[in-house]
C-alpha cells in the first residue's frame, strides 16, 4: 500500500478508568476524505475512543497522531485549533445563550490570533460567518432564541452548526441522529453528506441505516477492541460482528 | 449588536448624574458617594469573577489590600509620592492575583471558594503579623497627599478632589467592564461560566482564560483599593479581613451578578443600609447578613438582573 499519511491515528490506545479497561490497545487510521462509522454494542468503547481522539480524555498509554504529527499531549482547545472537532452525544449548547451567540463562540475561535483579536474582531465578518452556519443546517429562523427553548432535534443541529463554524478537518459526530425523528434524520444525512465534501468524518452511529447510507468503511468494536473493519457489505456478513450483535442486540438494529 | 449605542448611553447616563450629584449633595452624603464610587470599583472587579466567569471567590480583600498597602507602605516608609505609590499599588494587586490565579487554576466551585478564602486569612495574618510595619488593626492614616502636574497641584484631602478622582477611578472601572465583557474574550469568559468542557471543546484554553479572568478582576480590584488609600489616607488590616472579602459579594449580589451596573446599584444601596443600621444598633453587621441572606432566597438575579429579566433583556 501506498505510504500516504492517513488525516488520524492511534496506535496502541490504552484508556482505564480504575480496574475498568474501556478501550485496550487500539489501533485505529482515517485516511483523509473519508466518512468512517464506528459503530458497537453499548459499552464497546465507541465514545471513550473519539474522547481520546478529540483530548477529552487522555490516554493510559499509547498515542494519537493527527496528520502525521503526535497530538497526544495536546489540550481539548490546541486540538480543536488544528481541526479536530467533536460534537456532543448528550447536546451540550449554551442553554442560557442565544443561537447566534452559541455559533458566534465557535466563530470568533479561529478569529483569536493575535492579543489584540480578544479585544475586537471584524463584526462583519463574524457575523456573515454565523449567518452562514446556521443557514446550512436550517437554522437561520432561530437565530435570536434562546438555546434552551429550541427542540432536540434543532439543539442536535445546533451542535453540529457550531461544529460547522470551527471549520473542521475532522468532525466526530457521536450519534448525531439519536432522539431525531424520521424526517430530521434524512435532514442530518443531506447535511454530513455536505460537509464531507470538505471534512474528514468520523461517525459513531446506532441506526445501521444512515450507517449504510453514509459511510465508506466501517470500523466495529466490542469490549474496548476492534474486532472487524471494512467495507459495509464485509462488515454485514463478519463472524465476529455477527457474534457481537446477535449476542447483545444493540438499540436501533433493524 | 443594535443596543450597542444605548447600552454605552445608558452607562454614560449613569456616570454624568453621579457628576451632577456633587453639587446637590450635603458634604456628608458628599463624601459618601465618593466613598462608594470607590467601592464600587471594587464591586466591579469582584463581578468580572463571579458574574461574568462563574468563579465565587471569598477572598477579595487580598487584591483590595494588596493595593493598599502596596501604595500606603510605600509611600509612609519610603516616601513614595503619589503616582509611585499608585504604580506599586496596582503592580501588588496584580501581582497578589497571579498567585490566587495559579494555585486555585484547577479548583473548581467550593474548593475555589475556600482556597480563595484561605490565601486571604494568610494575607490578612501576615499584615498583623509585620504590624512593626503595618500598625495591624490599629493602620495608620496618610496626610498631606498631592499630585502635582507641572505647576498644577491637586490637593487630595480637598473633597471636590476626592469625588472626582473617585468618579474618574468608577468610570474607568465601569466602562472598562463593559468593552470587556462585549468583546471576544467576555463572550469566551460567559461560555466559560455556562459550560467549561463545551467551551474547551471549542478551542479555548479554558485555564489561561480564567487566570486571566483572575487577574482583571484582581487588577481592578486592586486599582480600587490604591484609590481608596490615597483619597481617604488610611491603611489598616480591617480592609485585608474577611468582611471585605463578602463585601463585594454581597454587593455583587444585591445589584446583580452578570451585569454591568448591578455592582455600584448594589455598593450604593447596600452601603446606605448599612449606615442607617449603625446609626440605629451597633449590631449593624446583622443587617449584612440578613440582605444576603434575602437576596440570595429571593432576588438571586439581584436588582439589575431582576430587570434585566423583566424589562430589559438587553442590558449587559
Redesign the interface.
Known sequence: MAAVTPILETRAIVKRFGGLEAVSGVDFRLARGEVRALIGPNGAGKTTLVGLI?G?LSPTAGRVLFAGRDVTGL????R??IGI??T?QIT??????SVR?NV???A?????RRLA?????DRQRLTHEVDAALESVGLADLADRPAAVLAYGHQRLLEIA?ALA?EPALLILDEPTQGLAMGEIDALCRLVRNIAERATVLLIEHNIAVVLELAGRITVMDHGRVIAEGAPREIETHPEVQRAYLGRRSRSTP | MEGGRAVLALHLGVLGLLGALQFLLPPFHHGMVARIMVLAAYAIGYNLLLGYTGLMSLGHATFFAAGMYGAGLTIQHWGFGVAAGFLVGVVGALAAAFVVGVVTLRTVGPAFLIVTLMLAQAFYLATLYFNEITLGEQGFALAGLNVTLGDWRLDLARPAVKYNAALAVLAVCLLGSLALVRSPLGRALVALRENEERTQLLGYNTYRLRLVAVLASGLTSGLAGVTYTLLFGYVGSTFAGVLYSIYPLLWTLLGGAGTTLGPLIGTLLMTYAVDVASGITDAYLIVVGAVLVAAVLWAPAGVVGGIRTRWARWLP
Not at chain 1, 470568533?108 to 483569536?112: E, G, V
Open positions: 478529540s477529552r489540550g481539548p482547545w490546541d480543536v485549533g472537532v467533536y456532543f451540550s449548547v449554551y442553554r442560557r445563550l451567540d458566534l463562540l465557535a470568533q475561535r479561529r478569529h483569536l483579536d480578544w479585544v475586537m474582531l457550531m470551527l
